[in-house]
């Protein structure tokens, strides 16, 4: 006899003004089970669990827990109906300890005054539940992300939760924390937790998951089994078949002139003697395990930082330092790693973040050209598949990968000849993937450069035509895609761990 659901969301709809994002889902969560929810970008899958968390409430069908149809109105309400979601994006508060985000909301006091020792004990006794060890007083701020997931998880945990929601928990893990993830998730199964789980990885899928819903555009397509082969489940996700995962063809040459020329690049505690060059039609990976300096030499070649030595020529001429400004101006755009902190303005409309690059520049007798602005970025937001119903909403109301894809557009609508991509598809779906993965061939072939920083190592090896491998902050060593292996990198990348990249 099939165990009775921990929660049932019966034929929900839900619509952000005129426009049906949800139509007529339905989804259960079972005890001790994962239920994966699998969707194309903006097929409506955060919008669904926030309908569990107490954040939305559906227009018309049912929430039902013991049978009973329930109203959750707020967070709080989920919470006391043991519901706990993370987020994707996570909703701690950086400038306060581990402590008081893990307890926030229920602060221990006595006389009136905060206990401090009872917060510290509580909180300490929470992240064991996951075997975190950290000093409970750390500022969140000073953690890296997975640990501000785990900490989140830690915070699910300790109001007891009987249903946990995962959205996009692995999008920023390495390997190595996504598999301690799963093994916090395994123990959760056994103690009978019932989880639904989002992600773009299929492979994680087979891992983890008992059972799939597979939304399409806010409908239900179907639910099937979690050892569902992958390319079945991308038919179900997509509308058809994904061939080629990786569209680069190597073959080409690269043209003769220089785009990109870094000289001895340094800067203190980050990294040293960078030197590299990129000619027009070439994209270049960089590879490495997290804080061999990536992340950091991109930032400083895009001029968000300020480096000590070297300097960085584009098309023989030499760049401005630290200036973000001369950087536009020379042609370079650069996508950043946190798109919610470095990337957009949240509140400014999809048009506003896609212009921000270009309105000066197409000013038209010293006044800025709105009107062809606009129908550019339109044009842009189109060819990107950007989900939108209005290129003046905010981009805050778009969904995650849509947002990282606006990234992008921006830099397509600047006509930027040096594109430098930090984890470009972080959060976007198999096939938008191949779509990026087409717009980056397209701007070689049209004599751009790119130079692209990625964790997933399939992508570094099925679309870059040269490959540098970080290690320390130090160029480790330079392979050519052809001969590249994911050993090559991987002995180059660590030196004597095995950690995996
Ligand atoms: N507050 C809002 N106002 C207006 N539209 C919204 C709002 N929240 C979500 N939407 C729209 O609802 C649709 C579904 O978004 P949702 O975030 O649920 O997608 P998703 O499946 O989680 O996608 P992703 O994989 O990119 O995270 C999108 O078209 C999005 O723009
Ligand atoms: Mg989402």
Known sequence: MDPKPLV???????????????????????PGKVQVLLGENGAGKSTLIKMLAGVHQPDSGEIIMDGQAVSLPNTRTAEQHGIATIHQELNLVGTMSIAENVMLGRTPRKFGMVDRKELRRKAREALA???????????????????????????????????????EPTAALTRHETEHLFKVVEDLRNHGVGMLFISHHLDEIAEIGDSVTVLRDGEFVAEVPGSTPEDELVKLMVGRAIDEQFPRQKNSQPKA??????????????FKDISFTVKAGEIVGIAGLVGAGRTEVLRA???????????????????????VEAAIKAGIGHVPEDRKVQGLVLDASVNDNLGYATLQETSRFGLADFSGQKSRAESVA??????????????????????????FGRWILAQSTLLLLDEPTRGVDVGAKVEIYELMNAITAAGGAIVMVSSELPEVLGMSDRILVMRDGEIAGELDAREATQDKVMTLAARDTDEDL
């Not at 929900?12 to 139509?23: C, L, N």
């Not at 002139?257 to 980050?270: N, Q, R, T, Y």
């Not at 981009?395 to 990234?407: E, P």
């Open 301 to 323: 070649i895009a001029g968000a930082d300020k480096y000590d030595h070297g300097s960085v020529r584009i098309r023989n001429k030499p760049l401005q330092r630290g200036s």
């Open 129 to 167: 539940l996951i075997g975190l060890t950290i000093d409970v007083d750390t500022l969140v701020n000073e953690l890296g992300i997975a640990q501000q997931q785990l900490v989140e998880i830690a915070k699910a945990l300790s109001i007891h939760a009987k249903i946990l929601i995962l959205d």
């Open 257 to 270: 002139s220089l785009i990109l020329e870094v000289s001895k690049l340094g800067s203190k505690d980050k």
């Open 382 to 407: 189109k060819t990107l598949r950007i989900r939108m119903h209005d290129i003046e909403q905010p981009i805050r109301s778009l969904s995650g990968g849509n947002q990282q894809k606006a990234v």
């Open 8 to 30: 049932t969301l019966a034929n929900v709809t839900k619509s952000f003004g005129p426009v049906q994002v949800i139509k007529g889902v339905s989804v259960s969560v079972y």
